[in-house]
């Protein structure tokens, strides 16, 4: 069965590891939107692997990997993702890894007004600073550099010019910033395009013609973080839910029926924008560290929070998700109360519709009994203990979806199926 898997909360609920242990059996895994300002972290057999960009199945060397056409693609970060994978003996080639033709390019041009803009930003966004805004804007008003501009010296030269003449022109007048080199960047870009260049194939063609495989849509951030249905403006600049997979892999033709949606049994965010259920203090400190609760792009400390099922149960309902997956339990398991946000409250009243702003509503709490022990050797939902399988079934009930999967640590063989 095809499935499409995004996160339900603000990025960061651990998807990378729930795609390792589901692309098992997938034969084909697609990312279709974001680019590196997404990160993951999979341990195998006590080997850490980064990913930013190529879908963690490439772990598994009989997958099939591929970069869809509504991802943007920083060239460097691509290049040293894949010599890192194959210095620790991953295989990445033509046959197990490909990229469209279609995506757009991330140049320094991109990265450095995304830091610009954001200094000189009124309200500020806490961006990733990885120039993915500003490649989107690029692909919007038409004059972005595509992956099949990119490997086509001639036509990238072209290209790279007039956008570079016209971002020269911003970053002196707006920013007292002088600027690029248009043959610094081409140099150094054209030899990166060199070493991407076998790898960009004709998603669509490729995968109709394989469309009987088994496909699994991989999404990055999260819900909450989508262009139009997230915490607008502190969201990031694609479309993160489900039905964007088909249209950020242009693979309608592949039927989806399994939409999985990845939650944290509490909540994080990184960057700016409200957080209802957001804490401070000691609750901080200890889903932080028990947590290790740093982002995996930028280092940057997670904003740490009780889990929102009001959230959770719109994301639900956008995503079509008909399976959930609950990670990071573990974390929960020394904690003697836990609580759960049900409803909001502004200004003293029970909200009774689902608020486009989220600024200023105070959650209204269930409080749970924790659990004493830890639920890490947990391999069936039955090894729990009886609180945590409460908090789960609550969850469940509440959202009105079964979870499928539970990860209690952050090792491969750290998941417990129900
Ligand atoms: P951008 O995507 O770099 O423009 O950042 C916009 C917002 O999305 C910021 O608040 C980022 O912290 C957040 N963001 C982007 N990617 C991720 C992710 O993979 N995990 C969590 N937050 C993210």
Same mark, same amino acid.
């Given at each position: 069965?095809?499935?499409?898997?995004?996160?339900?909360?603000?990025?960061?609920?651990?998807?990378?590891? &729930?795609?390792?242990?589901?692309?098992?059996?997938?034969?084909?895994?697609?990312?279709?939107?974001?680019?590196?300002?997404?990160?993951?972290?999979?341990?195998?057999?006590?080997?850490?692997?980064?990913?930013?960009?190529?879908?963690?199945?490439?772990?598994?060397?009989?997958?099939?990997?591929? =970069?869809?056409?509504?991802?943007?693609?920083?060239?460097?970060?691509?290049?040293?993702?894949?010599?890192?994978?194959?210095?620790?003996?991953?295989?990445?080639?033509? *046959?197990?890894?490909?990229?469209?033709?279609?995506?757009?390019?991330?140049?320094?041009?991109?990265?450095?007004?995304?830091?610009?803009?954001?200094?000189?930003?009124?309200?500020?966004?806490? !961006?990733?600073?990885?120039?993915?805004?500003?490649?989107?804007?690029?692909?919007?008003?038409?004059?972005?550099?595509?992956?099949?501009?990119?490997?086509?010296?001639?036509?990238?030269?072209?290209?790279?010019?007039?956008?570079?003449?016209?971002?020269?022109?911003?970053?002196?007048?707006?920013?007292?910033?002088?600027?690029?080199?248009?043959?610094?960047?081409?140099?150094?870009?054209?030899?990166?395009?060199?070493?991407?260049?076998?790898?960009?194939?004709?998603?669509?063609?490729?995968?109709?013609?394989?469309?009987?495989?088994?496909?699994?849509? *991989?999404?990055?951030?999260?819900?909450?973080?989508?262009?139009?249905?997230?915490?607008?403006?502190?969201?990031?600049?694609?479309?993160?839910?489900?039905?964007?997979?088909?249209?950020?892999?242009?693979?309608?033709?592949?039927?989806?029926?399994?939409?999985?949606?990845?939650?944290?049994?509490?909540?994080?965010?990184?960057?700016?924008?409200?957080?209802?259920?957001?804490?401070?203090?000691?609750?901080?400190?200890?889903?932080?560290?028990?947590?290790?609760?740093?982002?995996? !792009?930028?280092?940057?400390?997670?904003?740490?929070?009780?889990?929102?099922?009001?959230?959770?149960?719109?994301? @639900?309902?956008?995503?079509?998700?008909?399976?959930? @997956?609950?990670?990071?339990?573990?974390?929960?398991?020394?904690?003697?109360?836990?609580?759960?946000?049900?409803?909001?409250?502004?200004?003293?009243?029970?909200?009774?519709?689902?608020?486009?702003?989220?600024?200023? =509503?105070?959650?209204?709490?269930?409080?749970?009994?924790?659990?004493?022990?830890? &639920?890490?050797?947990?391999?069936?939902?039955?090894?729990?203990?009886?609180?945590?399988?409460?908090?789960? *079934?609550?969850?469940?009930?509440?959202?009105?979806?079964?979870?499928?999967?539970?990860?209690?640590?952050?090792?491969?063989?750290?998941?417990?199926?129900?």
């Amino acid at each position: 069965m095809n499935a499409v898997l995004v996160g339900l909360q603000w990025g960061d609920e651990g998807k990378g590891k &729930v795609i390792d242990y589901l692309c098992q059996k997938h034969d084909v895994i697609v990312r279709f939107q974001g680019g590196n300002n997404a990160g993951h972290t999979v341990v195998v057999q006590g080997k850490k692997f980064v990913f930013h960009l190529i879908p963690s199945g490439i772990l598994r060397e009989e997958k099939i990997c591929a =970069i869809g056409n509504g991802v943007v693609v920083d060239p460097k970060v691509l290049i040293e993702e894949i010599t890192a994978l194959k210095s620790q003996g991953i295989k990445i080639t033509p *046959e197990n890894f490909k990229v469209s033709p279609l995506c757009h390019v991330i140049f320094p041009y991109h990265k450095m007004i995304d830091t610009l803009r954001e200094k000189k930003r009124l309200h500020k966004i806490g !961006t990733t600073k990885r120039g993915i805004g500003p490649c989107y804007v690029d692909k919007v008003t038409r004059c972005g550099i595509r992956m099949i501009d990119f490997i086509d010296s001639k036509s990238f030269a072209e290209k790279l010019k007039d956008n570079i003449i016209n971002q020269n022109y911003i970053f002196r007048k707006v920013y007292g910033f002088k600027g690029f080199s248009f043959e610094e960047v081409y140099a150094e870009y054209n030899a990166l395009a060199k070493k991407i260049k076998p790898y960009v194939c004709d998603l669509v063609d490729y995968f109709y013609k394989s469309r009987d495989k088994k496909f699994l849509f *991989e999404g990055a951030q999260g819900t909450f973080l989508d262009i139009d249905f997230g915490t607008y403006p502190f969201v990031t600049s694609s479309s993160v839910i489900t039905s964007n997979a088909c249209l950020g892999s242009g693979l309608s033709f592949i039927p989806v029926s399994k939409y999985i949606g990845v939650a944290k049994a509490y909540t994080t965010r990184v960057g700016e924008g409200p957080f209802p259920t957001e804490l401070n203090g000691k609750y901080l400190d200890y889903f932080r560290n028990k947590g290790v609760e740093f982002g995996a !792009t930028t280092g940057r400390p997670r904003r740490c929070g009780w889990l929102d099922l009001v959230l959770l149960r719109r994301a @639900v309902i956008l995503n079509n998700i008909t399976e959930l @997956v609950i990670t990071k339990l573990d974390v929960l398991d020394g904690l003697k109360k836990i609580k759960v946000c049900l409803g909001y409250k502004r200004s003293g009243k029970v909200l009774t519709e689902f608020p486009y702003d989220l600024s200023g =509503i105070k959650p209204v709490y269930k409080e749970f009994d924790g659990w004493s022990g830890s &639920v890490c050797q947990a391999r069936k939902f039955s090894d729990l203990p009886k609180n945590a399988r409460s908090y789960v *079934e609550f969850i469940e009930s509440f959202l009105g979806v079964k979870a499928k999967f539970i990860s209690v640590g952050e090792k491969r063989e750290s998941v417990l199926k129900k």
